[in-house]
């Protein structure tokens, strides 16, 4: 019987306000994308495969959470009727999507939607909220609600296909134990508590990931958020609650009224991030940025006549951190040490790690728990970091592929643009197995 795989990952679905990512325009192409799939592949068993990030449950938030003055309003517990309420709001803002699915599945019963939870959805762990989903699609049909799937990872050896969302690769969103329930990763207490109030700010800020945010700033010269971030910012980082925060270099201590208490701290800190400038430390030699290239590109920004409101927003920031006498700014750069090469792609590294001979523990563990059998696997599909990519493996077989993104995403030349990636695994009719990516843009 001919069998194929879909796969597309990182819609981000939300609840249709200011902090949504999947515009009107791309959930019209993805239903078109649905009819075009079902149409295309008439007559084969289809495996449909979501791989994470399906829903955006975290950024799901209330106007007063969008509003918070303090950091400590806002709740950070998961709670089941918390997050069974995030669902059904989302359910309710897309009903499209999940009827063009209910479509999708009904048209042929060989056919099988696979809902990998991601970081952003990764409450989908639930049964109730899983339950949730094959209510809004099946519309209490058994036939269909068997068919729509939940599993942590999707492995198929008959086509030679091991995927999952790839969270786990990422230090600042990954799980102790995904399976289990109410324990959330450092990227959750971030979105929750700092971006889901900066966003709502100023429409410029909606990029697809929040890293981004500081490049498009420097970009666009949004220098009025400064500010906000940096007050935002400094509650997330301050906020006494025990969770582990995005990790900033050299900032390794929370000051609280006893002295200094340990942080728990994780992962990398953020792009174009000015480290120093939002942390608890100073630095005689460096004001804005650990990293020498930033730090020269802020003094200059800050000496320029042409750059007075950047220079204003600057000195009130300075003038909060050090309330007594705000550093002075050095007008010359500092010296950029040599660069030694280009750093490994993680996933890539990840990838590698997941092969291991028989009866040897894998460098890297995938979701599934075991090493990957080289001669079994041909690709090997990750979604989470947007961004699309078809890369051979060295020294194994398999390629990795990464699923890209259904949100709108910041364009390099200015506004919001979308390549809405999607990847085909299938045997081909002489036996040998075929894979491609392609874009999605039809309307």
């Not at 799901?60 to 709740?75: C, F, G, L, M």
């Not at 935002?232 to 900032?251: A, C, K, S, T, W």
């Not at 040599?338 to 490994?344: A, D, K, N, Q, S």
Request: hydrophobic letters at 35%; charged letters at 25%.
């Amino acid at each position: 019987m001919p069998r194929v795989a879909v796969f597309v990952s990182d819609m981000h679905i939300g609840t249709n306000d200011e902090l949504e990512d999947f515009s009107p325009e791309n959930e019209a192409r993805f239903v078109q994308f649905l009819g075009d799939q079902s149409e295309k592949h008439k007559g084969k068993e289809i495996d449909l495969v979501i791989l994470g990030d399906f829903l955006d449950i975290w950024q799901v938030a209330t106007k007063q959470e969008k509003t918070a003055q303090n950091s400590t309003d806002i709740a950070v517990e998961i709670q089941i009727k918390q997050e069974q309420d995030r669902v059904n709001q989302i359910i309710a803002a897309h009903k499209g999507i999940f009827n063009s699915l209910q479509g999708f599945l009904s048209a042929d019963p060989r056919r099988r939607l696979f809902v990998i939870p991601g970081n952003h959805d990764h409450s989908l762990i639930h049964p109730s909220l899983q339950n949730a989903i094959r209510k809004a699609i099946a519309l209490e049909a058994p036939s269909l609600e068997k068919r729509i799937l939940f599993p942590n990872f999707y492995d198929a050896p008959d086509l030679r296909t091991y995927a999952e969302h790839g969270n786990q690769y990422d230090l600042n969103n990954d799980y102790d134990n995904f399976a289990d329930f109410g324990h959330e990763c450092p990227g959750f207490y971030f979105v929750r508590l700092f971006w889901n109030r900066l966003e709502p700010i100023d429409p410029n800020v909606d990029v697809d990931i929040w890293w981004n945010i500081f490049c498009l700033i420097w970009e666009r010269r949004l220098w009025n958020l400064l500010r906000s971030a940096y007050s935002l910012f400094r509650q997330y980082r301050n906020d006494p609650r025990e969770f582990e925060r995005i990790d900033v270099p050299g900032v390794p201590f929370l000051a609280t009224p006893g002295g200094l208490a340990p942080m728990l701290n994780t992962g990398k800190s953020m792009p174009e991030f000015p480290d120093i400038l939002f942390s608890e430390k100073s630095d005689p030699e460096l004001i804005f940025s650990t990293d020498p290239t930033l730090e020269n590109r802020l003094r200059a920004l800050y000496h320029d006549p042409s750059e007075t409101e950047f220079r204003n927003e600057m000195d009130k920031i300075l003038a909060k951190k050090f309330p007594h006498q705000a550093p002075q700014v050095p007008k010359e750069p500092v010296a950029v040490p040599p660069t030694f090469g280009i750093l490994p792609d993680e996933y890539v590294t990840a990838v590698t790690g997941m092969f291991a001979p028989p009866g040897k523990e894998p460098q890297t563990r995938p979701m599934k728990g075991s090493a990957l059998d080289n001669g079994s696997y041909d690709y090997v599909l990750f979604g989470h970091t947007h961004d699309e990519k078809i890369i051979p493996i060295s020294g194994t077989k398999p390629i990795y592929f990464n699923t890209g993104s259904w949100t709108m995403r910041r364009a390099p030349s200015g506004g919001n643009a979308s390549r809405l990636c999607y990847t085909t695994i299938w045997k081909s009719p002489d036996g040998n197995m075929r894979a491609e990516q392609k874009l999605w843009n039809p309307i």
